[in-house]
């Protein structure tokens, strides 16, 4: 069935960078696409943008155009979502999810927290 | 974007009753929407997928119907264990949108 690890809590600075990992366990990164997904404190969710493990060919939220990246490395079946230029509404629980285009995500990940605080 | 309202935002229940959670989306997303689960600290755990496919390992209390602009999932005898959070996706169009959550609290 497979599961997604992503990497541990982070705290920032407002105008840092975070770089938050998502590492496929149990199948193939190649073969999926993997979405980003965040929820601020007491907000909903929201759809960050998603990557092809295939080709990592992205569409991002427009709204984080120009401060997000989306990458994915097959040879540690990992991917990766960096977001710049940090701001204290950045402060959320990040997701990944394996999924692309009108498939429904599968399978999440735990959930990163990043912390913009000064 | 499209926009999903979901209703209700929270529910009492009890132990073996039906429950229905509905989503409304703003304009048409013809089946592509989608249900989870979501308990605190844990992982998001898909329910239903294309509003009525029941996916792998979900008990099949568990079902959603609808298309067009209106889905429900339902649970036909709650159990102990589902009481959490559930929410719809809609995956037609981008940005991809997520209802607002349905809390199931035990009544």
């Known amino acids: 069935q497979g599961q997604l690890v992503q990497s541990g809590p982070e705290v920032k600075n407002p105008g840092a960078s975070v770089k938050v990992s998502c590492k496929a366990a149990g199948y193939t990164l190649s073969r999926y696409g993997i979405t980003w997904v965040r929820q601020a404190p007491g907000q909903g969710l929201e759809w960050m943008g998603w990557?092809?493990?295939?080709?990592?060919?992205?569409q991002l939220a427009e709204k984080l155009q120009g401060r997000l990246t989306m990458t994915t490395d097959t040879s540690t079946d990992t991917a990766y979502m960096e977001l710049m230029s940090l701001r204290s509404d950045d402060t959320a629980l990040y997701y990944c999810?394996?999924?692309?285009?009108?498939?429904?995500?599968?399978?999440w990940g735990q959930g990163t927290k990043v912390t913009v605080s000064s | 974007d499209i926009q999903m309202t979901q209703s209700p935002s929270s529910l009492s229940a009890s132990v073996g009753d039906r429950v229905t959670l509905t989503c409304r989306a703003s304009?048409?997303?013809?089946?592509?929407v989608h249900w989870y689960q979501h308990k605190p600290g844990k992982a998001p755990k898909l329910l239903i997928y294309s509003a009525t496919r029941l996916q792998s390992g979900v008990p099949s209390r568990f079902s959603g119907s609808g298309s067009w602009t209106e889905f429900t999932l339902t649970i036909s005898s709650l159990q102990p264990e589902d009481f959490a959070t559930y929410f719809c996706l809609q995956t037609h169009t981008t940005p991809l949108t997520f209802g607002q959550g349905a809390r199931l609290d035990i009544k």
């Open positions: 999810a394996r999924g692309y285009g009108v498939e429904a995500p599968d399978i």
């Open positions: 990557v092809s493990g295939y080709n990592g060919d992205t």
């Open positions: 304009q048409s997303v013809s089946r592509s």
